[in-house]
């Protein structure tokens, strides 16, 4: 009886579901990134689990096909940006060295035959300088022709240290990497990657943000597009009413899943778990609530989104160019020390 709930979760787990949202978002960065000129930005951002990385990942490979000219080039480079230093803290030099296995660097990137678990490349990058390791990637993006270097989860620079403008500075020295090697520069991240590019004098001006939305409830035509999704995994579902879908449910589906297909997708996994764990044999709402977020992981996330939109808005609308007015010098008291705040540092 519960062959059907293995075989759900597998497809859910694989397949591909076309959508609206997904659609459009290939498309705008499949243009943007072929107009782009070497050296400028793309910024793709949306909220967590929307499917921004699989939406670039498509259109990139659509626009960077090798050439019969240059047929062992490396036209892309996808580069995580991971928070792999201590405290979880992004690192500069872990970066290029994982910028230098992207793009398979024969002494920084590579494993050698007699060498198989990485022990002596792993002993070499301590003692190599972040300098030398950043010259070894530039000089093998010029070497391999390569068009597109994408960075993904991007706005993990905000956890690059205790000053706030740290995560600025990286992303400025980003730019000119790209504008020294001829790449178009993809960055790829959630809201807050907009919150620290506002603060970037080198990038304001020199890219428009491309947003990979939610879907909207009180919006009438993406409910519809939502539903097209929920009527899809219906068919790999088995109810206890035969006239009953996941669309009969939409209201309650859209707000849980926060109209993202990733959380869509794993609450629904989710829940076919739970059935598994209680001998279930019928998809239900009672199934669905039991498997939904805890509240308080909910609110966090849809504050997240509500401050993404506000940010989203503040950089299409631009910056205000009024000079802030100078401050008296004496104007503090004395011996009373300013509030150092870092709004870019820290885990929200």
């Not at 300088?129 to 993006?141: I, P």
């Not at 790999?236 to 669309?247: A, I, N, T």
Request: with cysteine; charged share 20%.
């Amino acid at each position: 009886m519960t062959t059907w709930i293995h075989a759900a979760i597998e497809a859910i787990k694989n397949q591909r579901v076309e959508h609206a949202h997904y659609s459009h978002a290939v498309a705008r960065v499949f243009n943007a990134v072929a107009v782009a000129k070497p050296g400028e930005v793309v910024v793709v951002v949306g909220p967590s689990r929307v499917g921004k990385s699989s939406a670039v990942a498509e259109a990139i490979r659509l626009a960077a096909r090798p050439t019969l000219e240059m047929p062992k080039s490396t036209p892309t480079v996808w580069v995580e940006g991971e928070n792999a230093s201590t405290d979880g803290k992004f690192s500069t030099k872990m970066f290029m060295w994982e910028c230098c296995k992207s793009i398979a660097h024969p002494i920084y990137g590579v494993r050698s035959d007699d060498d198989p678990f990485g022990y002596r490349l792993e002993a070499r990058i301590p003692r190599t300088t972040e300098g030398a390791l950043r010259s070894a990637f530039e000089y093998a993006l010029v070497n391999q022709s390569t068009k597109y270097l994408v960075i993904d989860e991007a706005h993990h620079v905000a956890y690059s240290g205790t000053r706030g403008n740290s995560a600025v500075a990286i992303l400025d020295s980003w730019k000119c990497l790209a504008q020294k090697t001829g790449v178009v520069l993809v960055l790829v991240g959630a809201y807050q990657l907009l919150d620290i590019m506002t603060l970037s004098p080198h990038l304001l001006g020199r890219q428009r943000p491309i947003e990979f939305p939610p879907y909207y409830e009180d919006d009438a035509i993406e409910r519809r597009a939502f539903q097209q999704l929920l009527k899809t995994y219906s068919q790999l579902l088995r109810f206890e009413e035969p006239d009953q879908s996941l669309m009969s449910w939409t209201n309650y589906i859209m707000e849980g899943s926060f109209g993202c297909l990733g959380h869509l997708s794993l609450w629904l996994r989710a829940t076919l778990g739970e059935l598994l764990a209680s001998d279930g044999t019928a998809f239900s709402l009672d199934a669905l609530r039991h498997s939904q977020l805890p509240a308080n992981q909910a609110h966090a996330i849809a504050a997240e989104m509500q401050r993404g939109a506000r940010s989203l808005a503040s950089a299409l609308e631009g910056i205000d160019s009024t000079p802030t007015p100078l401050k008296k010098a004496g104007s503090r008291r004395p011996f009373q020390r300013a509030t150092k705040r870092f709004p870019l540092d820290g885990r929200a």
